[in-house]
């Protein structure tokens, strides 16, 4: 498997296990350094690499009145004081692949949401610009589908990727997980992360806007690190049902290290 590095640290085969976190969604250059700054300190005790993640522009919403963001200017120059007051790579998802040049300019990854993982365009500026690209699984495709995503990136000359699973659609607003998908996609041979956070949505199942199963994340985390995933994606805030956007699907940070503590036992167990 290929390993990509990524800030200081390295993810994939024999590497410590990567933790993505962040909340949803920008709200505020004040909110994102708190929050930064409380990760960093939460994830200090553990062996995990951290990549900060948060979303400019949360364009994928089921409502037209949902939150969106701060928008790509604003949204890239909070992230660049994230990224130097707190020395943490970032993570940022971009929509149009006029967005690519300036989220790399500032991002260590890229991501791809799942609903756009098969637009080529946005694939090919995101993979030409060199970053790291986090691809995310479509809801409605296969995990052995994925690879012509894969290709789709490396025909950019850049093997610097990983896919990660987020679910998969089951039936009329559910999502499952199936563990199968770390192993069959990792055949592709590049890192697979693990989104408990998107994993437990229950996509219009709050009318307007998603429901989720919060309860749920735990149990899903545990089983992705145990299926062998090389990173997971927690979306966390300090108070979830205050969040603007995705508030029943997050965890809150003091939720975080106790999980943190039984994934990091059980990654330790994998690789003993």
Known sequence: ?????????????????????????????DHALFAAGALKK?????????????????????SLDSFRGVGLEEGLRILE????????????????????????EVCDVIQIPAFLCRQTDLLLAAGSTKAAVNIKKG???????????????LSTNNQRLFITERGTSFGYQNLV???????????????????????????????SSSGG??????????????????ALFLEAHEKPEDAPCDSTSMLSFKELP???????????????
């Not at 809801?139 to 990136?153: G, T």
């Not at 199936?178 to 041979?189: E, N, P, T, Y």
């Not at 956070?197 to 709050?206: E, F, K, N, V, W």
């Open 1 to 29: 498997m290929a390993k990509i590095a990524i800030g200081n640290f390295f993810m994939g085969e024999n590497e410590p296990l990567v933790l993505i976190c962040g909340p949803c969604a920008i709200q505020s250059e």
């Open 42 to 62: 939460i994830v200090a005790p553990f062996s995990f690499p951290l990549i900060y993640k948060s979303s400019f522009d949360k364009a994928n919403r089921s």
């Open 81 to 104: 004081k994230v990224k130097k007051e707190f020395d943490l790579p970032i993570l940022t998802d971009i929509h149009s692949p006029d967005q690519a040049k300036a989220a790399a």
């Open 139 to 153: 809801q409605f495709l296969s995990p052995w589908d994925m690879k012509y995503a894969v290709e789709k990136i």
């Open 177 to 207: 997980s199936d563990m199968r998908s770390i192993a069959i996609m990792k055949k592709f041979g590049y890192p697979i992360c693990f989104d408990a956070t998107h994993s437990i949505q229950l996509p219009g199942a709050a009318g």
């Open 213 to 230: 199963g919060r309860e749920f994340i735990p149990t899903l985390s545990k089983a992705a690190v145990a299926a062998g995933c090389d």
């Open 258 to 272: 106790p999980l943190l503590g039984q994934i990091e036992r059980i990654f330790r167990a994998l690789h003993e």
